[in-house]
């Protein structure tokens, strides 16, 4: 019985090896998979790619396939899907400090405020803060922009009582921090991956079905004592975040 024939070539010496099991046998969209990624470094950020059927005749291969191999990469952030338009090359991945601390170069950084109330905290942000539930917070809900691509949505609540003026004084372009006249002394922040909710993913203009990276930060100052908690959702298929330990 001759040998099966070969649909893709491929290297053992990059990362097309990823992911393929021991037996060493590749799974058809996987080995698509990896043609597709040639592609979209041959095509560049923004081109459109090829139709479904048109990848059908190039790689001879199914729908099925096809389209396996495509969401896999639209859920890894390299493709983006318009609805009625087709499917993008996306750019790279916007790498965020896990505490950012100011601009990143080569990217203009936005915020887009929503909401901004004056409530009670209630009960789990009272424990948070070191209040009573009845204390007065602050909330203000911004959509995060990296350019004109909203990449995120943070949530903040603020202690009434370190900024009573806040709703007179609030200016959407200045930075928080700046307004309050007050720098955290330190902070504890958690990560973990999400999905969003229906409401999170319009505002973000995302898939619902897409991770999300959430991260919850409360901050403190010289005092000890707790002012502020941030709740922060971020694009997973358009973030990543590092982070420096030791010197």
Request: glycine fraction near 10%.
């Given at each position: 019985?001759?040998?099966?024939s070969r649909?893709?070539?491929?290297?053992?010496?990059?990362?097309?090896?990823?992911?393929?099991?021991e037996?060493?046998?590749?799974?058809?969209?996987?080995?698509?998979?990896?043609?597709?990624?040639?592609?979209?470094?041959?095509?560049?950020?923004g081109?459109?790619l090829?139709?479904?059927?048109e990848l059908?005749e190039?790689?001879?291969?199914?729908?099925a396939?096809?389209?396996?191999?495509?969401?896999?990469?639209?859920?890894e952030?390299?493709?983006?899907?318009?609805?009625?338009?087709g499917t993008?090359?996306?750019?790279?991945?916007?790498?965020?400090?896990?505490?950012?601390?100011?601009?990143?170069?080569?990217?203009?950084?936005?915020r887009t405020?929503?909401?901004?109330?004056?409530r009670?905290?209630g009960r789990?942000l009272?424990?948070?803060?070191?209040?009573?539930?009845?204390?007065?917070?602050?909330?203000?809900?911004r959509?995060?922009?990296?350019?004109?691509?909203?990449?995120g949505?943070?949530?903040t609540y603020?202690?009434?009582?370190?900024?009573?003026?806040?709703?007179?004084v609030?200016v959407?372009?200045?930075?928080?921090?700046?307004?309050l006249?007050?720098?955290?002394?330190?902070?504890?922040?958690?990560?973990?991956?999400v999905?969003?909710?229906?409401?999170?993913a319009?505002l973000?203009?995302t898939?619902p079905?897409?991770?999300?990276?959430?991260?919850h930060?409360?901050s403190?100052g010289?005092?000890g004592?707790?002012?502020?908690?941030?709740?922060?959702?971020?694009r997973?298929?358009?973030?990543s975040?590092t982070?420096?330990l030791?010197?």
């Amino acid at each position: 019985m001759p040998a099966p024939s070969r649909l893709f070539r491929l290297s053992a010496d990059g990362p097309v090896l990823d992911g393929i099991p021991e037996h060493g046998r590749v799974p058809r969209y996987y080995a698509v998979k990896v043609e597709l990624l040639a592609v979209i470094a041959e095509l560049g950020e923004g081109a459109v790619l090829p139709t479904e059927r048109e990848l059908c005749e190039r790689f001879e291969v199914s729908r099925a396939t096809v389209r396996q191999a495509v969401a896999e990469l639209v859920l890894e952030g390299r493709l983006s899907r318009r609805q009625g338009s087709g499917t993008y090359i996306a750019g790279p991945k916007l790498v965020q400090p896990l505490a950012p601390t100011g601009r990143r170069p080569g990217i203009r950084p936005g915020r887009t405020a929503i909401t901004l109330e004056r409530r009670p905290a209630g009960r789990a942000l009272a424990a948070d803060l070191r209040v009573t539930s009845d204390a007065e917070v602050f909330h203000l809900e911004r959509v995060l922009l990296a350019g004109d691509e909203r990449v995120g949505l943070e949530s903040t609540y603020l202690l009434a009582s370190r900024c009573p003026d806040l709703l007179e004084v609030f200016v959407p372009e200045q930075p928080l921090n700046e307004q309050l006249g007050v720098e955290p002394a330190g902070a504890e922040e958690r990560v973990e991956t999400v999905l969003a909710t229906p409401r999170e993913a319009l505002l973000i203009g995302t898939n619902p079905a897409l991770p999300m990276l959430l991260t919850h930060r409360i901050s403190w100052g010289p005092d000890g004592v707790p002012f502020e908690r941030v709740r922060s959702l971020y694009r997973g298929d358009r973030l990543s975040f590092t982070t420096r330990l030791g010197g």
